[in-house]
């Protein structure tokens, strides 16, 4: 199936998949698990902003780094710079962190709250060089508005 049908069909299914809910943690661990087994990914899971760290949240892979200070890494960097951040070769990345020797790519893509202030990120990794481009990038931003309308809003947001 092409790429663009896929992310199509995937951000109706996260909506369907965490509209109505209120549980934090469960949404955004059931965004993960849906987005990682439909795009077959080395690693998909949130960091969320806690203080001046992104600390680790719900995600789908093996072990991951628990927390990143703000501009670190491509995390940390994203979260900075308020933007989407496509990496084609983790290792041309400077201050890349390694919580993987497998990771190859990466992309992140920021989470806004309802004031507009970042409240996290998106980050996926591939065990591929190359993996993400700008098609994932445009798609993968209406997936994380679709996950900040029904996840980081005040009335939708628990305890």
């Known amino acids: 199936m092409d790429k663009n049908k896929t992310y199509s069909i995937l951000v109706k299914q996260v909506e369907s998949l965490i509209e109505g809910e209120n549980n934090a943690t469960g949404q955004l661990a059931n965004a993960a698990a849906l987005l990682h087994e439909t795009m077959g990914w080395w690693w998909t899971g949130f960091y969320l902003v806690n203080g001046d760290t992104l ?3 719900p995600f789908q892979g093996p072990v991951a780094c628990y927390s990143i200070k703000r501009g670190r890494g491509v995390c940390g960097t994203a979260w900075q710079e308020g933007r989407t951040i496509v990496v084609p070769d983790v290792e041309q990345f400077p201050g890349h962190i390694a919580c993987s020797s497998l990771s190859r790519s990466e992309i992140v893509v920021p989470l806004h709250d309802a004031m507009g202030n970042i409240a ?12 993400f481009d700008e098609v994932d990038a445009r798609w993968l931003e209406e997936i994380a508005s679709a996950i900040t309308r029904h996840v980081f809003t005040p009335s939708c947001q628990s305890s």
């Not at 996290?120 to 993996?131: C, M, N, P, Q, T």
């Open 55 to 57: 600390q680790l949240g």
């Open 120 to 131: 996290g990120v998106l980050d996926i990794d591939s065990k591929e060089l190359a993996a």
